[in-house]
């Protein structure tokens, strides 16, 4: 065989072993990521039936509140000073239900929101969110919970190796430049860094799915990832172009 036919065909074969190659890697990544996206589906489904169930709670409040009023009267009249101030004692504590419910204008956001930050409370995290989702966004419903969600994950994640004192998380949603920006910020203890990228909080040390789906989905739709650790503090930033008739 000729040399140069023997140069064509080694360059042939590994083209054709280059092609295989990005073609199995981008069928895994499809296969991952449909995975994560039915397991996540699931998660969401449960997450909008209990923010469904704290909405009902909130209507229910509205609804009985000429009751309360009514009822409080009665006690007030009868002089009955000590019922009345155990009454005020429920409706206190019906009432601050009702006020952690967290609003964002997206009802499936408001799900993850809600029942993430609610189990971190529950575990002593300091909470402090801001967040307005406008309608104009350009990712689905489905993805952004899924990025709500795995980030809310780590920073529970990450907070539960601290003591208590120690833990917070800081969400802020909204527009900011005509851009559509999340940010989550959270107590953290050693970040470990391999390369230029971070390592997940998870036992085995890995990139974690979490992480692969928040970048898969940034890229899909021209957004950027940028995450930073401070002594005591991780912080992920998301930025999306709005759509374009926005």
Known sequence: MQP???AATAAGAVLLGAAAFLGVRKLIFHMIDRRIERFQSSLIEKQIYETENMYKQ??????????????????LAQSDYKELDSYLDELAKDLLTVDTIIKTGNVMADAVLNTKLYAAEKMDV????????????RISDVELCALLGNLLDNAVESCQKLPVGERFIRVFIGVIKGQFYMSV????GVVKKRGGGYLSTKRNGGSGFGIFRIDRIAAKYGGSVNRQSEPGIFATELMFPLKKDA
């Open 185 to 188: 910020q959270n107590a953290a």
């Open 126 to 137: 300091r909470i402090n969110v801001k967040a307005n989702i406008p309608k104009d966004i």
């Open 58 to 75: 909130t209507r229910g409040w509205r609804h009985d509140y000429r009751n309360h009023i009514q009822n409080m009267k009665i006690l």
């Open 4 to 6: 140069p036919l023997i």
